[in-house]
Nanobody, 120 residues
Framework: QVQLVESGGGLVQAGGSLRLSCAPS????????MGWFRQAPGKEREFVAA????????YYTDSVKGRFTISRDNAKNTVYLQMNSLKPEDTAVYYC?????????????WGQGTQVTVSS
């Protein structure tokens, strides 16, 4: 069964950085769009960032623009989310998703999530 496995979450102080990784198991996703979503306690899951299959296009929610960077290494079959200048409001479970294009990410393949906690 195809799975996406996230890693790199943890506890960090406000202003710090973390890099999340997402690697699929069971198949390659080099021809798929990839994205990151997050869900904070008591809130709905929200879009964070997405990248096209070849990395040529990237998209971000306004609250992370200038602080987060999504990238991919298709040779390693891995997608990254570099998170800088973290804020307490970034605390959430972060999920990786894959889809045939960025519009289909919400209904594509999802990982189990990795917890990111930012302390003030």
């Amino acid at each position: 069964q195809v799975q996406l496995v996230e890693s790199g979450g943890g506890l960090v102080q406000a202003g710090g950085s973390l890099r999340l990784s997402c690697a699929p198991s069971g198949r390659t996703f080099s021809s798929y769009a990839m994205g990151w979503f997050r869900q904070a306690p008591g809130k709905e899951r929200e879009f964070v960032a997405a990248i096209s299959w070849n990395g040529g296009s990237t998209y971000y929610t306004d609250s992370v623009k200038g602080r987060f960077t999504i990238s991919r290494d298709n040779a390693k079959n891995t997608v990254y989310l570099q998170m800088n200048s973290l804020k307490p409001e970034d605390t959430a479970v972060y999920y990786c998703a894959a889809g045939s294009n960025t519009a289909t990410l919400p209904t594509g393949v999802w990982g189990q999530g990795t917890q990111v906690t930012v302390s003030s």
